[in-house]
């Protein structure tokens, strides 16, 4: 993924330029731009939906009666063992944005939560919600690779998801976020459910405020008694009216046209470990076939090191392997047939139509 700045960025940036000429020129209207420019600054960095320096997820297009339940500031033991059961009992799936000093803590908490067959999302390695927004790009980035090296070592795949402390950003957030093929996820349903004490009425604010292809935004760790009473009245509120919390498919998540956007899972191969979905697993074969296919079609130039070529054959083949080991029992036998006789683009097609559109 690359970075584009956004008509806000430049025009933030423009702004001084464009009130020294009107000044210059005569006309102090130009401070009136200066101040929009500042205002517009502070605005986007505080709301956290607005988007105005770079996508936010806030919500998935769907049409069944389905939301996405995110869950931040865990793994907590006193908390997601709990939470995981209760997910369970309703049949509900969830995205659980974790800390990473606190996965540190209780990496057996991360684990189980993937083995329940629910998600990861990065929420920063310390959680500096009163400072994140002021980090310049240095710390920013610390905060998310930490996060990242701390999955690593539990043996786990980064994700690709990512949620601000507190859901504040500023102008060098995105481009870090985009190096990393990480997304930024906000949210469309929140309830303030770690100030407010009563869990009837977290339950009502999220509900008012949800419908299909809502992103509701719960908090575990903080009040673990007025937390667990309310996702369980939560859980069975929705059940009852056959409104389902799921792990919504990427293409609901993002536009069309975007590129592969999972983190390369070279560590959840070797890890052994399952993915945690069965379309972040083909969405990692389709991009290990194209990488094969790229390398084929790029022929070693003159003056480019032979040897390097070869390299990069080998590897791209052995990630295939290490993959095709790892099909899923119900994968289509034409996929299996095309693995099986290294008919590459044959497979890559298949993949995308097949799992991908
Ligand atoms: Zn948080």
């Known amino acids: 993924m690359r970075f584009r700045p956004t008509v806000t960025i430049w025009f933030i940036v423009l702004a001084p330029f464009l009130t020294f000429l009107m000044v210059a020129a005569g006309s102090f209207w130009g401070l009136l731009v200066l101040f929009a420019s500042h205002l517009l600054l502070v605005a986007v960095t505080l709301v956290p939906s607005l988007q105005g320096f770079g996508p936010v997820l806030t919500r998935y297009s769907t049409s069944a009666k389905t939301a996405w339940l995110t869950i931040d500031d865990g793994p907590d033991p006193g908390t997601t063992p709990q939470i995981i059961a209760l997910l369970q009992k309703y049949g509900a799936r969830a995205t659980f944005f974790l800390i990473g000093a606190k ?27 009163f400072s994140f927004w002021r980090f310049g790009p240095r710390a920013l980035a610390r905060e998310i690779d930490q996060f990242e090296a701390t999955i690593f070592r539990i043996g786990l795949a980064a994700p690709i998801w990512f949620r601000a402390p507190a859901g504040l950003k500023n102008p060098f957030l995105h481009p870090i976020l985009a190096a990393r093929g990480l997304q930024l996820v906000g949210w469309s349903a929140r309830a303030f459910d770690t100030q407010i004490l009563d869990s009837s009425r977290i339950v009502e604010r999220i509900k008012r405020s949800i419908a299909p292809g809502s992103i509701i935004l719960f908090h575990e760790g903080h009040r673990p008694a007025v937390c667990l009473e309310a996702l369980d009245q939560l859980l069975r509120e929705l059940s009852a009216e056959q409104f389902r919390l799921v792990l919504p498919p990427l293409r609901e998540l993002l536009p069309t046209g975007h590129s592969a956007p999972w983190k390369t899972s070279l560590n959840a191969i070797r890890s052994g470990r399952q993915f945690a979905r069965m379309d972040q697993y083909y969405v990692v074969l389709a991009e290990a076939l194209q990488e094969r296919l790229a390398v084929i079609a790029d022929h070693p130039l003159r003056g480019q090191n032979p040897d390097a070529h070869l390299l990069r054959l080998k590897q791209a083949s052995e990630r295939i392997e290490q993959l095709r080991n790892r099909l899923p029992p119900d994968a289509d036998p034409m996929l299996v047939h095309y693995l099986g006789r290294m008919s590459f683009s044959k497979a890559l097609e298949f993949v995308r139509e097949r799992y991908l559109s």
């Open 103 to 129: 996965a540190a803590k209780h990496p057996e908490l991360a684990c189980m939560i993937l083995d329940a067959g629910h998600a990861i999302g990065n929420h920063t390695q310390n959680h500096p919600g």
